[in-house]
């Protein structure tokens, strides 16, 4: 069981993951010129927090988590909320092609800072988006490891410069960012620390 699995359960319980959500949601519907007939992916959706606060503004949204745990809290919530353009999926694209339709925006947070390998997620984004789709990319700043603490193997955050430029080796053009959150957590110290995040996109 992963830290995700064990994490699903009280996920939802933090007003931190609603704000972050709530932030990168308005930043999508304000600068991407977002459709009700566009079929969107969310990579890493964890519980589906971003896709529920999306899911009236377009037509569908594929769920993916790499988390069994995660995605059993998405399917309940979609059968209780009767969501039926929501569409819970466990699929790791580390690891696998995925086989879906083509979709018009592809939306993670929080997210690359716990993928190895990037650039050929990237180029997997690329081919899963319809011409002139978008990607949408909210993660960490570049910080000191204390976000995540001792042990952590992933990513201490990000350049977004650095990331667009990413994107651009992919094959997207006009990477912009933003800052569209900043969390306050305590870290091993003791002290409570800022961490931004930043809100990346850029077009196919």
């Known amino acids: 069981m992963t830290n995700f699995d064990l ?13 972050r959500s709530q932030a990168i949601a308005n ?9 009700n007939d566009w079929r ?4 890493g959706a964890g519980t589906g927090i971003l896709s529920f606060m999306l899911k ?11 988390s069994e745990e995660m995605v059993k809290v998405m399917q309940q919530k979609v ?15 580390e ?19 716990h993928v190895a390998k990037i650039e050929p997620l990237l180029d997997k984004f690329y081919a899963l988006l319809n011409p002139g789709g978008y990607i949408a990319i909210a993660d960490l700043y570049t910080e000191d490891g204390s976000f995540h ?21 992919a094959g997207f053009k006009n990477p912009q960012y933003k800052t569209c959150f900043v969390m ?8 409570i620390k800022a961490f931004p995040v930043f809100f990346l996109t850029a077009q196919k």
């Open 27 to 35: 930043d999508i519907k304000t600068i991407l010129p977002i459709d």
């Open 79 to 93: 059968a209780d909320s009767n969501a039926s353009n929501l569409h819970p999926t466990l699929f790791n694209m």
């Open 149 to 169: 603490g001792k042990g952590f193997d992933g990513h201490n955050g990000f350049d977004p410069k650095e990331m667009g430029e990413m994107l651009v080796a």
């Open 40 to 43: 969107v992916l969310e990579y």
């Open 184 to 191: 306050s957590k305590p870290v091993e110290s003791g002290e």
């Open 95 to 113: 690891k696998d092609d995925f086989a879906g339709e083509k979709v018009d925006l592809i939306a993670t947070q929080m997210v690359l800072h």
């Open 7 to 19: 994490a699903a359960a009280g996920w939802d319980g933090n007003s931190i993951h609603w704000e």
């Open 56 to 66: 009236d503004d377009v037509k569908e949204i594929v769920m993916l988590d790499s």
